[in-house]
């Protein structure tokens, strides 16, 4: 079966634009999670998702950064007014349930000019 | 002191050697995750262990809960085996993953 996919594989953008980010899980994934990985820099933890239940948001850096999603799949992060420390490639992985292996997408890089 | 303490940073072997990996952390977790991170950045997780050890081919990872302390091994090492090798722990209370900063392996023919 498909594995989790991210789009778009690339952006780069303006210092000061908004950007959406995109993540389709594995089908029938409960738990789904967002990390962020700056050049050179290990895996930072940023906001997970399980079910129904209120996300952890603990990770998230800023109150520029927001994520949703929607139905129980699909999950949109959002970093408004880009600044270029927001330079990364941000990482979105799913799990069958809290506490599963995590299975990752490829992963979006972002470039903040 | 980061959390999730990973040694060596890096690491250069020749083909057929045997390989280890170790990370240490410094707070009680429910689990204990080994990543692979190959170059062009895709991840995939090696395995998830709460206790004792864990074998899948050639690689083997154990954990220390009292020592806080996690070994990843690699058997009769290959070239395809070079890749960031990424050690991550998961609270007891929580959901969220801390991650070491990595180990790049790199294995020469």
């Known amino acids: 079966g498909a594995g989790v996919s991210q789009s778009p594989s690339n952006k780069v953008t303006e210092k000061g634009k908004d950007v959406e980010l995109r993540c389709d899980p594995i089908s029938g994934h409960t738990a789904l999670y967002w990390y962020r990985q700056s050049l050179g820099q290990g895996l930072e933890f940023l906001i997970y998702f399980q079910g129904n239940s209120a996300p952890d948001k603990s990770g998230l850096p800023s109150d520029r950064f927001s994520a949703e999603r929607t139905g129980g799949s699909v999950s949109t992060l959002t970093i408004q007014r880009t600044q270029q420390e927001d330079s990364a490639v941000y990482l979105c992985?799913?799990?069958?349930?809290?506490?599963?292996?995590?299975?990752f997408g490829p992963g979006t890089r972002l470039t903040v000019l | 002191k980061n959390e999730v303490e990973q040694s060596p940073q890096n690491l250069t072997a020749q083909e057929g050697e045997f390989i280890t990996i170790n990370c240490s952390y410094s707070v009680g977790i429910s689990a204990l995750h080994w990543l692979q991170q190959h170059p062009g950045g895709g991840i995939v997780s090696l395995f998830m262990?709460?206790?004792g050890k864990k074998k899948h081919g050639r690689l083997i990872a154990t954990i220390n809960i009292q020592e806080k302390h996690s070994s990843l091994h690699i058997t009769a090492s290959h070239p395809r085996d070079s890749a960031v090798y990424i050690c991550a722990t998961r609270k007891t209370s929580g959901s969220r993953l801390t991650f070491g900063e990595g180990t790049q392996l790199t294995v020469n023919p």
């Open positions: 262990l709460s206790s």
């Open positions: 992985a799913s799990s069958s349930q809290w506490g599963d292996t995590q299975y």
